[in-house]
């Protein structure tokens, strides 16, 4: 790895919140590292020059949240696959969620996830280990082996700790470790049977609804057991605008509550699935305009502190069942980025920085990751992104196994172009939009 050539990035807007940088310059890596990253460094012997102009360079995209159903359903997703479409997505790293079969319970498991990703060759895994044996809600795991093996948080992500004990004592157990639990929010009995949100497309479409409060009862119960344990609460896909009101109550008192938000959730609403397509069912589900609005400025003044995927994918059988029975969960590692970008910065909402903060840097400070800056030194994961390239949602053309997304057909903008890892390059775009710039790129 050390013997790699130096890459330099030519002339983008290096875009690096962590120490309060935009400015059009260079980035320079060399041995897998950062080796500088402001003005201009002109030329540089023997190293690798990536033209980046009209492109926005930031450190690596890291997604705390995302299913690559390996072990167990390796015709769905692999570690491999996922990483491969986590790197074209722009992402430098992912978090793999445990729900896998067997569940990743034990120090084996998460060293078999990190064996299979450093095999892959591509985005980096980090392991999430479960919080409860096998799922079960009943026993903790065992946390510090865990850690010890390398995994950087605990989740029963998929399912959630119905049992308040339960998850207080995982809390008190993971501060001892300086890891964030990751919750699903759901309160079962009010989910039960639930495929979309309970309201009136619900009733029109006669399907059973989730209620907004399966949700929030967890997001306030989480709070206060975050309050009386002093452990780090992370919320994830959070949905509706109570829970946005909820954060802000907790974080305004100094819990230690983090929350992420999915890029399904501030782009699409419950309507979508008035075609009854199965692409648009997720747990928890597409929400009201209201939630989406309220979930939009949750982002931007940092009541949400991170953007994640939920990368979900399903086998197409799975999802051509009726949309009742049909399985939860999109597709999102390769099209976060460009719906973030057209539903988030071109309307408005955030800026290039927020998006750049929300995606990399407080995933990495938060969850305790490598990468998220560009201080000397630091790890060469870099995301280069065009923020103007408009390209057509193919699912067809994916890396990931699954197709199953709601925005296939659809027209966004932004893309990654290039997607650096640990000095190495994992990722180039070369589709027929990308051409001309693939031509100017040029080497040496
Ligand atoms: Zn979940
Ligand atoms: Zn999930």
Redesign the pocket.
């Known amino acids: 790895m050390s013997s790699q050539r130096p890459i330099l990035l030519r002339g983008g807007r290096v875009l690096d919140p962590s120490r309060n940088i935009d400015d059009v310059g260079d980035v320079l890596v060399s041995d897998g590292r950062i080796e500088s990253a402001s003005g201009r460094i002109g030329s540089h012997d023997d190293a690798e020059i990536i033209d980046c102009d009209g492109c926005i360079v930031s450190p690596g995209f890291i997604d705390v949240h995302c299913h690559l159903r390996e072990p167990g359903r390796e015709d769905v997703e692999t570690i491999a696959t996922g990483a491969r479409a986590a790197a074209a997505g722009g992402f430098t790293a992912v978090c793999a969620m445990p729900n896998t079969d067997p569940v990743t319970d034990n120090q084996a498991a998460v060293g078999f996830i990190i064996r299979q990703a450093q095999r892959a060759d591509a985005s980096r895994v980090h392991v999430i280990g479960a919080i409860s044996v096998g799922q079960m809600g009943e026993r903790l795991a065992e946390f510090g082996e865990m850690v010890a093996a390398g995994a950087v948080a605990v989740s029963d992500?998929?399912k959630p700790v119905v049992s308040a004990q339960l998850m207080r004592t995982a809390l008190e157990y993971a501060r001892s470790f300086s890891i964030p639990v990751i919750d699903?929010c759901e309160e079962p009995t009010l989910a039960l049977g639930g495929s979309m949100n309970e309201g009136i497309v619900s009733a029109r479409l006669g399907l059973k609804g989730i209620p907004s409060e399966a949700e929030e009862i967890m997001v306030i119960r989480d709070i206060l057991l975050a309050r009386r344990s002093g452990g780090h609460v992370h919320l994830?896909?959070m949905s509706t605008h109570g829970s946005v009101e909820l954060i802000r109550w907790g974080k305004d008192r100094g819990i230690n509550v983090t929350a992420e938000v999915c890029p399904h959730h501030v782009s699409l609403t419950e309507e979508r699935i008035l075609s009854y397509d199965t692409n648009a069912k997720m747990?928890p589900p597409l929400r009201t305009a209201k939630d989406v609005e309220a979930l939009r400025n949750a982002v931007k003044d940092g009541t949400i502190d991170m953007i994640a995927t939920?990368h979900a994918p399903h086998h197409y059988d799975e999802k051509e069942r009726e949309f009742a029975d049909a399985p939860n969960g999109i597709v999102g590692l390769e099209t976060a980025l460009a719906v973030a970008v057209t539903n988030l910065v071109k309307r408005g909402h955030i800026d290039f920085r927020t998006l750049v903060e929300k995606m990399s840097c407080a995933p990495a400070r938060l969850f305790g990751l490598p990468g998220g800056t560009f201080a000397h030194g630091s790890p060469a994961d870099v995301t280069v992104f065009d923020p103007q390239l408009s390209w057509r949602v193919d699912p067809s053309e994916f890396l990931t196994k699954g197709r199953n997304t709601p925005y296939a057909g659809m027209t966004l903008e932004g893309r990654a172009i290039c997607t650096i890892v640990g000095g190495k390059v994992v990722h180039r775009l070369a589709s027929d939009g990308a051409n001309a710039r693939q031509s100017r790129a040029s080497s040496g």
């Open positions: 992500d998929g699903h994830a896909h747990n939920d």
